[in-house]
């Protein structure tokens, strides 16, 4: 039976269906097990980004500050659905999401208390909360990561859209449990009605895509030239050349950005809220100074290959600064209807 869009995240979760999000962005669930020292400043983080690309970073903070970070990763849906679960009996002191939606549909339930205004001010009000629950702390660009042996130039499409030609059936890899395509379905519904993103779900759907856990693996998989192209952010390319130790420039797998505003080419951003429990809490404050510091803004163009949000930092090499992208008129804010755009995209047949 379709589960109705209306149901709210938590319903969801509680009806197992959020469980298909479990190995979005290749971070199955974990937890950091060291509970510090009696005595210890600890923070516990909730994060929906990967351990392998942001552990060193919450390492480098611990080390700078004294304040043990206790960390529980898991998909970022999966982390906002059980925030919501736990409401105020939850122990988080803040929510590091992979994306906007999923902060959003935290925040639209009260549960974050409004940051300090200046550190939401470091960061351009495109990429934070209109309210000043959230922040952004790196941003990304959905692009279509292709073969260069297996696409010519001259076949890439000029619109998202175009990927549900029979031309594309079996050739496009997609990740349907990533929170960066559930917030690019919600980005088509916003820029283009729900009508429209069910029509372009049924189309991929009907292509057979070639279905994958993780965007790294998708990139993987298109340099190897089983997949010719896939659905992926832009960041993965140069994740996936660094753990072969080679570069973006060396692999078959290159990046064509969506033109003419398409949703193709939403620029998201992962960020960060502090729950209201720990809303007074300065090593929370801290922690937020220090995801918007220009270090760990160089960590994020240098070490994973994202976007700074932050002002005077030098953006990730090969790929065209962020100002340059012609990324489609979205409010980021728009983005938190998380629970209706898991259910569109199970009904859609996606997602076994």
């Not at 372009?200 to 998708?218: C, M, S």
Request: hydrophobic residues 40%; proline residues 7%.
């Amino acid at each position: 039976m379709p589960v109705p869009a209306r149901r709210s995240i938590a319903t969801l979760l509680a009806a197992g269906l959020l469980s298909f999000g479990l190995a979005a962005c290749g971070s199955g669930e974990s937890e950091d097990a060291d509970p510090g020292k009696p005595g210890d400043k600890i923070l516990t983080v909730y994060s929906g980004r990967n351990e392998q690309l942001v552990k060193p970073l919450l390492d480098r903070f611990s080390q700078q500050t004294g304040i043990t970070v206790k960390t529980r990763y898991a998909t970022t849906a999966q982390l906002a659905a059980q925030l919501v679960e736990e409401g105020d009996r939850s122990p988080a002191d803040a929510f590091f999401a992979q994306d906007a939606g999923a902060l959003g549909a935290v925040s639209k339930r009260k549960m974050f208390a409004t940051l300090p205004a200046d550190a939401v001010q470091k960061v351009p009000q495109t990429y934070r909360s209109r309210s000043g629950e959230w922040v952004g702390v790196s941003a990304r660009s959905r692009v279509l990561a292709y073969n260069a042996d297996a696409v010519p130039a001259a076949e890439l499409p000029k619109s998202v859209f175009e990927l549900t030609d029979p031309k594309w059936k079996g050739r496009i890899g997609v990740a349907p449990t990533n929170a960066s395509f559930q917030a690019f379905v919600t980005a088509i519904k916003v820029q283009h009605g729900e009508a429209k993103a069910k029509e372009f779900l049924a189309g991929l759907a009907a292509n057979e895509p070639q279905i994958r856990e993780n965007n790294v693996k998708i990139v993987e998989d298109v340099n190897a030239g089983t997949i010719p192209a896939g659905l992926v952010n832009h960041y993965y390319l140069g994740e996936v050349a660094k753990e072969q130790g080679s570069t973006p420039e060396a692999l078959k797998a290159k990046l064509h950005f969506f033109p003419g505003g398409d949703t193709g080419a939403l620029v998201n951003v992962a960020g960060v809220g502090v729950l209201k429990r720990s809303a007074q809490d300065p090593d929370t404050k801290a922690f937020v100074d220090f995801l918007l510091n220009p270090e760990s803004q160089r960590y994020f163009a240098e070490q994973t290959f994202e976007y700074p949000v932050v002002a005077g930092v030098t953006g990730p090499a090969g790929v065209p600064p962020l100002a340059d992208l012609d990324s489609p008129d979205i409010d980021l804010n728009d983005l938190d209807t998380l629970d209706a755009t898991i259910a569109l995209i199970k009904d859609s047949g996606l997602v076994p």
